[in-house]
């Protein structure tokens, strides 16, 4: 049994970031190799979020300390119960950097487990961070699910479908977008930006979403809660937007997408480089004309060719990812 410990705070949700779709789409895999699988929350009861994740095990406990007995190995997702465990337990650390002040409290939450981080330059900020040599920092790739990857484009209209499905989060480059957007070269019928609302469920989100109510350069979206209606809503769409103006540990989306046939706008900070299916362009990070330069440039490369798209889909597999996480977890 492998159980992927959620941390403290917000139960597990469907559509709110990358950790949730990384840590589903790994038990989704572990369970069809025939490995039993779970994600674990605590004092969260039945409303730890195993209403959006029907097909994976849900197990609730009400205190850290049942931790101390339960079989298997632990995975801690991003944070760790300081309680001791049955067998060597690993962290996998899908979040940014944390303030200096929290170093010692990381500190605590590795001490004599498996770390591992999601990307190569996540890695080697991560070692530099809590003062560990970067060997011993297990690297586990993120994936896109195989459905973007076999999901069917529909036929693409005149105009150039725009999206952005990032968080509603200053951090991710939404106050980019919009800047963007009031620049005369956007203010054009052959754009169609949607925006998706993401991250309501939390104060930032909310607070966003209610500014953009009205918004007249925008369509605004409701959230995919499932990899299958994500996949389809990039189906639909010729470029994805990822401006974040902090450094993303790696970004699960821009693979995604690409795997689903569109191109990618990004930000050359953080991990976002290291996600180049061949589909993306990089441009300067809290720029609104390096966005629209980025824009142009993804229009007059075209639109994927079937060649393009069938090698973006071999790369960043699941398989691969799953693979790579037993072989850091020391499991056959």
Not at 264 to 277: H, I, Q, R, W
């Amino acid at each position: 049994m492998i159980s992927f410990v959620w941390p403290p705070g917000e139960p597990m949700l469907a559509g709110t970031g990358g950790s949730e779709t990384y840590t589903a789409g790994h038990v989704r895999e572990l369970l069809r190799r025939g490995i039993a699988a779970q994600v674990v929350t605590i004092g969260h009861g039945t409303n730890d979020g195993r209403q959006d994740f029907s097909d994976i095990p849900f197990v609730n406990f009400e205190q850290p300390s049942a931790l101390e007995k339960l079989p298997g190995t632990i995975v801690f997702v991003n944070k760790a119960y300081m309680v001791p465990t049955l067998k060597k337990a690993a962290i996998i650390l899908h979040c940014s950097i944390p303030k200096q002040k929290d170093k010692l409290r990381y500190q605590g939450y590795i001490a004599g487990k498996t770390v591992i981080a999601t990307s190569i330059y996540s890695g080697q900020q991560w070692a530099l961070y809590l003062d560990i040599p970067y060997s011993k920092i297990e690297i586990v790739l993120p994936f896109a699910d195989p459905v973007y990857g076999n999901v069917r484009r529909l036929k693409s209209p005149r105009k150039t479908r725009i999206l952005y499905a990032g968080r509603l989060h200053p951090e991710k480059g939404i106050y980019t977008i919009l800047e963007m957007m009031h620049q005369s070269d956007m203010q054009s019928a052959d754009y169609q930006l949607r925006i998706v609302l993401a991250g309501l469920h939390v104060d930032v989100g909310r607070e966003i979403a209610r500014m953009l109510r009205g918004y007249p350069y925008a369509q605004l979206i409701q959230s995919r809660k499932t990899v299958q209606s994500m996949a389809e809503l990039l189906a639909k769409t010729d470029i994805l937007l990822m401006p974040s103006v902090f450094a993303e540990p790696f970004g699960m989306l821009s693979i995604e997408a690409q795997h689903a046939g569109c191109r990618v706008v990004a930000s050359n900070v953080g991990g976002l480089p290291e996600t180049n299916c061949g589909l993306l362009t990089l441009v300067e990070a809290r720029s609104p004309l390096a966005l629209i330069t980025g824009i142009k440039q993804a229009i007059a490369l075209g639109p994927a060719t079937k060649k393009q798209r069938d090698h973006a889909a071999g790369l960043f597999t699941l398989d691969r990812s799953v693979t790579h996480l037993l072989a850091a977890l020391k499991i056959e």
